[in-house]
């Protein structure tokens, strides 16, 4: 059994990405802070309702119960299970930007099994790129519970819990740059004339190649840009004038003030 307390963007694209996995939705349980949200998103996923966190937390028993409301609500959430988690031994895992293992386990009872993980949005459609981090309190078998949901949703990797500011910028905020690339792409296009939801389309199927090539290449991003760039042409013109309003710097400069914002979060 799996349950998700919180039913919003990330908690729901989870649920959605594990549903459309193959889960059976009766093993999928969700509960939101308005019992009414939650029986709206399991009519409309199948998934089961929880009227109540601690219902969620008993359902599940020694399950995995995935916490993902917001990173400020995260300590009354886990000291309202903490007793049912306790008893039934659950597997906790935060998503939370910015709250470390540490923090997480001062709100529950010493030696629960407590995860710490930060996927991203396109678990909705099970491309992820997932980092988890297990407290030693997590059995093995559970470790492989865990990374069976996460490897349902997407990719992803077991990360040392102090890469964790950097990796929930490179992988769980990044998603939010390159839609705002995205939909720059679209403006541009749609100012040359071409209707919005073409460019969108072509824009995005750009993005996704691009990505897809970079994964499957030997070569570098920099030298898979010069195989775009011929001397004189196009692209490389592009590329100079992107460089003189400063797109590079402007990308380390947007990672850096993401990872310092998950820092200043603990
Ligand atoms: N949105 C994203 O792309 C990502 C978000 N995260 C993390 O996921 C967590 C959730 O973020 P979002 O889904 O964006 O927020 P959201 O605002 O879309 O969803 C929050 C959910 O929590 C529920 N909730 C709030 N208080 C509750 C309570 N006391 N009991 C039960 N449910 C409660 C709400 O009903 C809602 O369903 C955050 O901690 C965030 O750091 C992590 C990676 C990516
Ligand atoms: O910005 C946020 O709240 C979350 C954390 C990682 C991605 N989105």
Redesign the pocket.
């Known amino acids: 059994m799996i349950g998700f307390?919180?039913?919003?963007?990330?908690?729901?694209?989870l649920a959605r990405g594990v549903l459309a996995a193959g889960a059976d939705p009766a093993s999928v349980v969700v509960?939101?802070?308005?019992a009414q949200?939650?029986r709206d998103?399991a009519e409309e996923t199948g998934a089961r309702p929880a009227t109540s966190?601690t219902e969620l937390v008993t359902a599940v028993g020694d399950g995995i119960v995935v916490?993902?409301?917001?990173?400020y609500?995260?300590a009354?959430?886990l000291e309202?299970i903490n007793d049912v988690a306790r008893e039934s031994g659950t597997v906790i895992v935060?998503?939370?930007?910015?709250?470390e293992l540490a923090t997480l386990a001062r709100h529950l009872a010493p030696g629960q099994p407590l995860v710490r993980?930060?996927?991203?949005?396109a678990a909705s459609v099970r491309a992820s790129m997932t980092a988890l981090c297990f407290s030693n309190s997590v059995t093995p078998a559970q470790q492989d519970a865990v990374r069976e949901v996460f490897a349902a949703v997407g990719a992803h990797i077991t990360l040392e819990e102090k890469h964790f500011s950097v990796f929930?910028a490179l992988a769980?905020?990044s998603?939010?740059f390159t839609f705002t690339y995205i939909d720059a792409l679209k403006r541009a296009a749609v100012a040359d004339g071409l209707p919005a939801a073409q460019a969108v389309r072509i824009a995005a199927q750009a993005v996704e190649g691009a990505a897809r090539l970079v994964l499957a290449s030997e070569l570098s991003p920099a030298d898979l840009a010069d195989t775009v760039q011929s001397p004189g042409g196009t692209t490389v013109a592009g590329v100079v004038e992107l460089e003189r309003a400063g797109f590079g710097a402007a990308v380390v400069r947007g990672v850096q003030a993401s990872i310092d914002k998950d820092r200043n979060?603990s």
């Open positions: 307390i919180g039913t919003g963007h990330m908690g729901g694209a509960s939101a802070k308005d949200a939650a998103f966190n916490v993902a409301v917001k990173p609500a995260v009354d959430v309202e935060s998503i939370a930007a910015g709250l993980a930060m996927p991203n949005v929930s769980g905020c998603p939010a979060l």
